[in-house]
């Protein structure tokens, strides 16, 4: 096992950690109702399940003007210990409220729209249509932090084909949101299966993650992976083969 696989796994609590004083700490500190804090009861440590989670008190919703995103940039500023008075930094809100209209500009576009037009005169073709190497950046939704790579695209048409160009923007529209690699790759299928309703689609996006790359376990280089198959794809194996093949830049 190498050095940064081992500073990864779980290694116990280090000497003179205090569990129970530490848990109890930190519920009482997450509490934002009105209950009494230890009435004698053991303190509660099982985690909410997903489905319940709410949005905690005191947290907005909804978008917010321009003057409180600007707001909220020198915040940050201050957080990250910079003075947001200090001549550099004075249109600096400006310009990150700006750069966040195109960096997440895909929340106002519907992907769904870009694929409703079909070439459909196109001699009978139903073999696979495949684009690859389609550049994204994108921002992971845990840190906010950026991973960029390649997606790559291929369907089986049955009623017609689409602009190439159109395939592009639909992996433009899901990176220009908040979400994982993971969560792009299936929305991209999505929206391709929904709308063309081909024979099969399969995507496949290999991406850097600077959240890896410049915090945690500070790892450049490192590519990440993800694959989806749909239909004939899915079902069958010499179909994912013949992807993996193109992409891979066989038989050009
Ligand atoms: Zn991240």
């Not at 321009?66 to 909220?72: D, H, I, S, V």
Request: charged content about 25%; aromatic content about 6%; overall charge negative.
């Amino acid at each position: 096992m190498d050095a940064a696989l081992k500073s990864l796994s779980y290694q116990g609590d280090a000497p003179g950690f205090d569990r129970n004083g530490l848990d109890g700490q930190g519920l009482n500190g997450m509490r934002n109702d009105d209950r009494p804090v230890n009435d004698g009861r053991p303190v509660e440590v099982a985690p909410e399940p997903v489905s319940a989670t709410r949005v905690p008190d005191g947290i907005e919703t909804g978008r917010p003007s321009r003057a409180e995103a600007e707001a909220a940039v020198r915040t940050l500023l201050r957080w990250a210990g910079d003075d947001p008075t200090r001549e550099g930094l004075l249109d600096t809100p400006t310009r990150v409220t700006k750069a966040y209209e195109q960096l997440f500009g895909g929340y106002s576009v519907d992907a769904e729209k870009l694929l409703e037009r079909v070439f459909e005169e196109v001699e009978g073709y139903s073999d696979i249509v495949l684009v690859r190497d389609i550049p994204f950046h994108s921002h992971c939704e845990h840190h906010m932090v950026p991973f960029m790579g390649l997606a790559h695209i291929a369907y089986y048409p049955t009623r017609g084909v689409v602009g190439l160009s159109k395939l592009a923007r639909v992996v433009d529209t899901f990176a220009r949101r908040l979400q994982t690699q993971e969560t792009m790759t299936a929305q991209i299928a999505d929206v391709i299966e929904s709308i063309l309703k081909p024979r099969g689609v399969a995507v496949m996006v290999e991406a850097e993650h600077l959240c890896m790359a410049m915090r945690g376990v500070q790892k450049a280089g490192v590519s990440t992976i993800t694959s989806q198959f749909r239909g004939v794809f899915k079902d069958n194996a010499n179909e994912q083969v013949r992807f993996l093949t193109l992409v891979r830049g066989g038989a050009k």
